[in-house]
T-cell receptor
């Protein structure tokens, strides 16, 4: 089974609207972290937001929030008030505990969602 | 400015010609890692290092070597590149190994092997 699943290869949203990018994960670990990264067309990977498995509150960073539903193993990214500059590829990633991964701070990535913001 | 740098940013080479992609971070991070990004596959880890002189294989290590002689540098070496190593490569670092520290990525190196 895929560890991280992003089922939306591409999404369109109108400027100023909110958009939700889906991410589901699979782990037997109790301690893990979920990350979202943005990759604009220029190629760099930009960290957006982090959610720890033990965090009771959903993470928020400015216009980004993470809708964390632990029982459903989902960690959807919500972007409010979309802007043209939000057009990019978005990756969900998971960090499992060092015990499970055998060492190393490895991130397991999904295949990404290409978001296009339109006027 | 805190950052991860990679060089070169773009490289076109031929099969079998040894190359090195450099990675350097100025944040005194313990953990460094290399990933490759291919369409439809997301990013996959090649090698990682938990500290100086400590390196280990990730998910796709075949055809690559790394070294960590200094804390700040983590070069990726392709001894005999092949066309299937054409990819976008990222170096990343994080403060520590055991926690859930955010990984910060370099700008990427786009490699084409002819």
């Amino acid at each position: 089974a895929q560890k991280i699943t992003q089922t939306q290869p591409g999404m369109f949203v109108q400027e100023k609207e909110a958009v939700t990018l889906d991410c589901t994960y699979d782990t037997s670990d109790q301690s893990y972290g979920l990350f979202w990264y943005k990759q604009p067309s220029s190629g760099e990977m930009i960290f957006l937001i982090y959610q720890g498995s033990y965090d009771e509150q959903n993470a928020t960073e400015g216009r980004y929030s993470l809708n964390f539903q632990k029982a459903r193993k989902s960690a959807n990214l919500v972007i409010s008030a979309s802007q043209l500059g939000d057009s990019a590829m978005y990756f969900c990633a998971m960090r499992e505990s060092i015990i499970l991964t055998g060492g190393g701070n490895k991130l397991t990535f999904g295949t990404g969602t290409q978001l296009k913001v339109e006027l | 400015e805190a950052q991860v740098t990679q060089n070169p940013r773009y490289l076109i080479t031929v099969t079998g010609k040894k190359l090195t992609v450099t990675c350097s971070q100025n944040m005194n991070h313990e953990y460094m890692s290399w990933y490759r990004q291919d369409p439809g596959l997301g990013l996959r880890q090649i090698y990682y290092s938990m500290n100086v002189e400590v390196t280990d294989k990730g998910d796709v290590p075949e055809g690559y070597k790394v070294s960590r002689k200094e804390k700040r540098n983590f070069p990726l070496i392709l001894e005999s590149p092949s066309p299937n190593q054409t990819s976008l490569y990222f170096c990343a670092s994080s403060l520590s190994t055991g926690g859930m520290d955010t990984q910060y990525f370099g700008p990427g190196t786009r490699l084409t092997v002819l």
